[in-house]
């Protein structure tokens, strides 16, 4: 089993920055981040490898990064340049396969409760 507990979301506007923590019980071999807008599917976001190996969405490259300490057992998403289609329900993912890059939510084994990520034009 693994704990994930995702804090850092709120409300800003189009062009500021929030960082996303997530606090972990343990790190498994590939975590990462997922967005869920009203009506929309879950979709992957960024994913971080055991290894150091990232992956991102191409609607967050350049503005996302996902990162990790280890002393503190905690992800990270920081998030630059926010736009109004960022607007989603934010959630942290762990136990992902591997394989296959960022993956789908199907590829993933734990998840945290979610924190809400708001931003306005």
């Known amino acids: 089993q693994v704990q994930l507990v995702e804090s850092g979301g709120g409300s800003v506007q189009a062009g500021g920055s929030l960082r996303l923590s997530c606090a972990v019980s343990?790190?498994?071999?590939?975590m990462g981040w997922f967005r869920q807008a009203p009506g929309k599917e879950r979709e992957g976001v960024a994913a971080?490898?055991?290894?150091?190996?990232?992956y991102y969405a191409d609607s967050v490259k350049g503005r996302f990064t996902i990162s990790r300490d280890n002393a503190e057992n905690t992800l990270y998403l920081q998030m630059n340049s926010l736009k109004p289609e960022d607007t989603a329900m934010y959630y942290c993912?762990?136990?992902?396969?591997?394989?296959?890059?960022?993956?789908?939510?199907?590829?993933?084994?734990?998840w945290g409760q979610g924190t809400q990520v708001t931003v306005s034009s």
């Open positions: 993912a762990a136990g992902g396969t591997l394989s296959g890059g960022l993956g789908t939510s199907r590829d993933y084994r734990y």
């Open positions: 343990r790190y498994t071999v590939k």
């Open positions: 971080i490898t055991a290894g150091d190996a990232t």
